[in-house]
């Protein structure tokens, strides 16, 4: 076994495999990123492509030791990215999928010709996508689907990237394992800054994948309030699922996250840290966590701002949750109904807040296991009586 640290979607992987595993293998049965598949197993069909290095390269062939440092994105990590969602838009649109399994690879490729080929005629596009087969040989509603992309950016007047954005070479591996892991990394530095040059211990910011507004009020001043707020272990006991593990201090604030979704129990460890300040009323907590079991990774942080409301003896928490989450977890979760989830978290722990700092008794705080079950249980009864509400309205 040896160590391989490299980043995947934005995130600082470090995970034992076998010399010869492959990155497709690695990703996907170590880091449970199942979007990658497997196909022919031999570089022919294109089915495992990845961004390595932000180059589309073969993962089923490139063995993930010599991929040591590198930037590895594959198709999950492109969830929010804008040319992979006009790209699947286009999908729908133009029924360029069938059973669905080169589209991962597919959309991977499609991005690169869209991000260089400002104007590829349809005989590019194919030339270009020549190295990713489809089973189902749904090829012109492909074709039509990444034409129409690369149009709709022109009339826009998005300009390409010349040679999509490559600082180093791509499909034989990552060009940094014959470095060694302690000669500086001058690529990677570049992508993940404050990973890579922040304090031993410390937390790192990061850009999150997804973003959340909410906003709730409190029957309580905007300084209670926000003194609250610096209470890290009674907001802590106001969070479903959330426990300390050792003393806070506001540089480095250590616990755990208990979350059940079904048969999955998911114990997030790890850490943050809390910024404050008193001139705004606003803050910031931000935080990275891992959860073994499920191989399920986040990273995390609330800003929030306090405003005051009825001549100062109210306030509104503006919220703005932003997350990364990586793994089995990420897989199961779907913007909307993540949405309404935040929703329901955040008036729980509203509720929450408002008993505190009401003086309830101890004991009346946030269960200690956040069950998105229950929740989505909750949830879906509620979108079901809508519709159903809906539909017996008289016309
Ligand atoms: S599975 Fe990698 S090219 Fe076919
Ligand atoms: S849609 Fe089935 S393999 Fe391409």
Redo the contacts with the bound molecule.
């Keep these: 076994m040896t160590t391989i640290a490299l980043q995947v979607n934005r995130r600082a992987v470090e995970v034992s495999a076998e010399p010869r595993t492959s990155l ?1 293998d690695f990703v996907r049965d170590k880091l449970d990123l199942t979007g990658t ?13 990845v961004l390595l290095d932000g180059v589309p390269a ?4 490139t063995y993930a030791a010599a991929c040591e440092g590198a930037d590895i994105t594959t198709i999950e990590g492109l969830d929010e990215d804008e040319i992979t969602t006009e790209l699947r838009a286009a999908f729908t649109r133009e029924h360029a999928l069938q059973c669905g399994y080169c589209t991962p ?1 597919m959309l991977v490729s499609a991005r690169d010709l869209v991000l260089r080929l400002p104007d590829a005629d349809e005989r590019r596009i194919r030339v270009g996508l020549s ?1 990713n ?1 489809c089973r189902c040989t749904g090829y012109v509603g492909i074709v039509r689907a990444v034409q129409s992309v690369i149009e709709a950016r022109r009339a826009r007047d998005i300009a390409a990237l010349a040679d999509g954005g490559r600082t180093s070479l791509g499909p034989a591996g990552s060009g940094r394992a014959a470095s060694g892991r302690s000669e500086p990394r001058p690529a990677q530095q570049a992508l993940a800054p404050a990973s890579e040059s922040a304090e031993p211990g410390s937390i790192p910011d990061f850009i999150p994948a997804t973003i959340l507004d909410q906003r709730f009020t409190l029957p309580h001043p905007p300084a209670k309030v926000f003194a609250m707020f610096d209470d890290i272990g009674a907001i802590a006991a106001c969070l479903p699922g959330v426990s300390l593990k050792s003393p806070p201090r506001p540089e480095r604030v250590e616990g755990l996250i208990r979350v059940r979704l079904g048969p999955i129990a998911a114990a997030f460890e790890g850490a943050a840290r809390v910024e404050r300040d008193p001139a705004t009323l606003s803050g910031r907590i931000v935080g990275i966590g891992t959860d073994q079991r499920s191989h399920s990774a986040t990273q995390g942080e609330i800003r929030y701002r306090l405003l005051p409301l009825e001549g100062g003896t109210a306030t509104a928490v503006e919220l703005s949750i932003g997350y990364t989450l990586t793994g089995m977890l990420a897989q199961v979760g779907r913007p909307g109904l993540v949405r309404d989830l935040a929703k329901r978290l955040v008036a729980e722990f509203a509720a929450n807040l408002d008993r505190h700092m009401s003086g309830a008794p101890s004991g009346a705080g946030a269960p200690a296991e956040l069950s998105f079950w229950s929740i989505v249980s909750d949830v879906l009864r509620a979108r079901l009586a809508r519709l159903l509400g809906r539909r017996s309205e008289p016309e």
């Design positions: 497709a598949h497997r196909g022919c197993e031999h570089g022919v069909c294109g089915a495992c492509t073969r993962s089923c062939i690879g190295g087969l």
